[in-house]
């Protein structure tokens, strides 16, 4: 059922147009394009943080506290805001996009304030800290609707916080690719500024953290270097607490001139990066959806990752990259020479996984389902109110 002029407050700790955290490049998106679909999105941030100017259908609220804004301080500040914005707009719906932070002020601001509308709240993964679960599993309980962007996200909640009686309060509807990553030919500047010109190139993109799993990746390496000898590259694009850590193995194993870390990538030169590729590889064992995979392979790119979490609801094994199992480097590495000495197989996988990405998992796509989902959330919960309130009445 469709709702005219739909209007929902999402409170946010960020949306930089900048960011390379994938969640936060999830909340970008997807609001960008429910505002493109005629949702008005009231928006709660700090005063300061850095976001999209003039996007039709976004209108701001801004917290007075820095842009470095302590999540203990925001207990004081967010739920406030939230009321006030009710008071203001009186919103059909609130949604919440993190269940650590964001959920439980939201939660109280509903209950302080008697606000008359649901909540939805949208979850990628969980991490294994026992507090954060207890957090999340209250947040989830408390919501009218979870929608989380992957099988396995979903089956993580059910199974890890015991909410196997709650499979239709949670939703599947898979993140986007944003249609600007499309296959490029390889930058000639690019490939003279790194090196690249005339080499075979791995690729991975992302934020350089723990979870991302990337020692593997120099230790892959290592062992395609075996092969191809000095005819291969590594390129880590990315920042992070890895960052010197991996620089600092690169020279143990004796790899640092085969390898480079090209940094921060701004969002308008991410499709070049992902093009300088002849093979996407990704070795986190811990992924909600995994953006970066879909954009390589939305730019025509083969992939090589570990048959772990959300990936294999992305890429095809066999069809639009090569799967290895879950924590095998030596299978990682057979699958990464497979793809790397045939351009052919390369061609055709690249293929698949562009065409796999414009059928299923574009954002136009997932902005309408969440749509859709947030409608019938709210005309469901104004149909239970109704009814509740047609009950006091006959009572009276």
């Known amino acids: 059922m469709s709702l005219e002029n739909l209007q929902i407050c999402s409170p946010h700790l960020g949306i930089s147009p900048e960011s390379n955290s ?17 949702v008005q999105i009231h928006i709660i941030l700090a005063r300061g943080k850095p976001h999209e100017q003039e996007v039709p259908n976004w209108v701001f609220y801004y917290l007075p506290v820095s842009p470095r804004l302590r999540p203990l301080r925001s207990i004081f500040l ?23 932070y964001i959920g439980p002020l939201a939660l109280w601001a509903k209950w302080r304030y008697r606000l008359n509308v649901p909540v939805v709240s949208h979850h990628h993964h969980l991490d294994r800290n026992p507090f954060n679960l207890l957090v999340e599993r209250q947040v989830i309980l408390g919501s009218d609707l979870v929608i989380t962007d992957s099988r396995f996200s979903k089956h993580q909640l059910l199974e890890e916080l015991r909410l196997n009686n709650c499979d239709t309060h949670i939703e599947v509807i898979p993140a986007g690719i944003d249609r600007r990553f499309r296959p490029l030919p390889k930058d000639p500047e690019l490939s003279g500024r790194w090196g690249l010109s005339g080499k075979k190139v791995l690729l991975f993109m992302g934020y350089l953290g723990r979870r991302k799993n ?30 010197e850590p991996l620089k600092a193995k690169a020279r143990r194993l004796g790899l640092e001139d085969k390898v480079i870390f090209p940094g921060f990538i701004a969002e308008a030169d991410k499709p070049k990066f992902y093009n ?23 730019c025509g790119k083969p992939v090589v990752a570990f048959d772990s979490a959300a990936i294999p609801e992305l890429v095809v094994n066999g069809e639009t990259g090569l799967l290895a199992r879950a924590g095998d480097v030596a299978d990682f590495v057979k699958k990464t020479l497979t793809l790397l000495g045939n351009d052919e197989l390369c061609r055709k996988m690249g293929q698949a996984g562009c065409l796999r ?40």
Not at 80 to 95: E, H, M, P, T
Not at 377 to 393: D, G, I, K, Y
Request: with cysteine; hydrophobic share 45%.
């Open 22 to 38: 994938g969640g936060e490049v999830y909340e970008r998106e997807l609001l960008k394009h429910l505002a493109q679909l005629g």
């Open 78 to 100: 967010f739920p406030s805001a939230i009321r006030a914005v009710y008071q203001k707009k009186k919103f059909d719906l609130l949604r919440v996009h993190s269940l650590r």
């Open 214 to 243: 990337l020692f593997v990746l120099l230790e892959v390496l290592r062992r395609v270097v075996e092969t191809f000898g000095n005819d291969v590259r590594l390129v880590i694009c990315g920042t992070g607490n890895l960052l």
């Open 276 to 298: 300088l590729a002849d093979v996407f590889v990704f070795p986190s064992l811990l992924e909600g959806f995994g953006l970066a995979v879909g954009e390589a392979m939305s």
């Open 357 to 396: 990405i414009e059928r299923e998992f574009r954002w136009e796509i997932s902005a309408r389902r969440v749509k859709e989902t947030y409608e019938s959330v709210v005309v469901e919960f104004n149909r239970r109110h109704a009814a509740v309130n047609q009950r006091r009445l006959s009572g009276a």
